[in-house]
């Protein structure tokens, strides 16, 4: 989404001229896919195809002669795949945009987080349906709302004057750490999973209280997320002392090779949400794809994690709203809630919840997501107490968190 900053530089006057079309170049070993995304990509207003390629050194070459603004790449091809097509892309076209095409399979699954992890902006699963043009349906929704965000990625660059060749972009400035008050209260229409109606924020005079002790941490991301995943959570202590709850949009199978990779890579452990699994200390729960996270109390009275197949909610599943909600419920306000870069809403009624009853909340910075969706609606919405860059994340959330332990 674009901030009303960004939406007032594209609609002045400028010295130079805005590109209304996004360039797309599409990259794949199969003949037959090679057609499909063409016929779909030259269906979209606004939008050039460029041309095809069959595998990445192919795809380099055309990329130096046809300067594309995003690139679709599958993931496995001969000669250069798209792991090191990527990293070439990367190095040497940093303004470019890539969206991975990945199969359904564990072994893709693999390779697309790693993708992610490198600088792609997101990826498309590769339909499995029976159905021909139940599948072209599919990959057009999701082709649509993707190329929606790399063309607004686009006019945001060239809005704040920004040339393309070799240029990484650099987002508009923002302040390192932002402590946010709110106008006047909002009320927020919840989800259809919650059972009250209307919520209204916390007033001014509480709007900046932390909560005296900190029992949980949520996390809601999305486009974007594996990649800032990856820079904050091996910065985060092994001995961490209260549970993190995350959720990242993103199917089945891929969740659990996120999980496996950020496991890998950071002291503190990291899972995958298993249903009626313990919810302990230390330990980062990422919400399975394709399933709501949820927290509840089991007959025991311990806190467990509950994994549902309730209908999407902001058309996610899993849905930030639907975990921050269940959390709130069995929390209290003893909660901080981290909204990182995404595009959507998903997320704002969920940490109001949170807010209301006293917990705290803190959202990425415009500079250092990939889209300020997420995090930009919880501002817009008066929700955010504080707004800071990705890099100064961890530490913050170890400082809030064990500072309210005792």
């Not at 820079?231 to 209260?242: A, N, S, T, Y």
């Not at 419920?329 to 809403?345: D, E, H, P, Q, R």
Request: charged share 25%; with cysteine.
């Amino acid at each position: 989404m674009l901030t009303a900053y960004g939406r007032q530089l594209i609609t002045e006057k400028k010295e130079y001229e805005v590109e209304k079309d996004l360039k797309i170049l599409v990259v794949d070993d199969t003949v037959t896919y090679r057609q499909i995304l063409s016929k779909i990509v030259s269906g979209f207003e606004n939008v050039e195809l460029l041309g095809v390629a069959s595998n990445g050194k192919i795809a380099l070459s055309k990329i130096k002669l046809k300067n594309p603004d995003l690139v679709l790449l599958d993931v496995f091809m001969p000669e250069m795949d798209g792991l090191e097509t990527l990293d070439q892309i990367k190095k040497e076209h940093p303004h470019i945009d890539v969206i991975m095409l990945s199969g359904m399979d564990r072994e893709n699954a693999n390779l697309t987080v790693k993708a992610l992890a490198a600088g792609a902006l997101d990826f498309i699963p590769k339909p499995r349906g029976t159905s021909v043009d139940d599948n072209i349906a599919e990959l057009r929704t999701a082709l649509s709302r993707l190329i929606l965000m790399a063309r607004t990625r686009k006019y945001s660059r060239q809005a704040r004057g920004i040339s393309g060749n070799n240029t990484p972009a650099t987002p508009l400035s923002a302040p390192e750490k932002r402590i946010v008050k709110s106008a006047a209260p909002k009320k927020i229409l919840l989800p259809e999973t919650d059972t009250e109606n209307l919520i209204t924020p916390p007033s001014e005079n509480r709007y900046s209280r932390k909560p005296e002790r900190i029992d949980v941490v949520v996390m809601g991301v999305s486009t974007g997320g594996p990649n800032a995943l990856q820079e904050m959570i091996p910065k985060l202590d092994g001995d961490f002392p209260v549970p993190i709850l995350a959720v990242q949009h993103m199917p089945s199978m891929f969740t659990a090779s996120l999980a496996a990779r950020l496991d890998k890579a950071s002291s503190i452990k990291v899972v995958e949400g298993e249903d009626g699994q313990l919810v302990k200390k230390g330990i980062i729960y990422i919400a399975p794809g394709g399933r709501h996270m949820i927290v509840k109390k089991d007959r025991f009275n311990n806190t467990v994690l509950g994994l549902t197949d309730a209908l999407p909610v902001n058309s996610c599943r899993p849905s930030v709203d639907v975990l921050f909600h269940s959390v709130a419920k069995v929390y209290g306000g003893n909660v901080l809630a981290i909204i990182l870069t995404g595009m959507g809403t998903d997320g704002v009624s969920g940490v109001a919840a949170i807010r209301r009853r006293g917990g705290y909340s803190i959202v990425q910075d415009e500079k250092t997501s990939v889209i300020w969706g997420m995090p930009g609606a919880v501002v817009e919405a008066n929700e955010a107490n504080e707004i800071i860059p990705l890099d100064r994340m961890a530490s913050r959330i170890a400082g809030i968190t064990k500072k309210r332990r005792f």
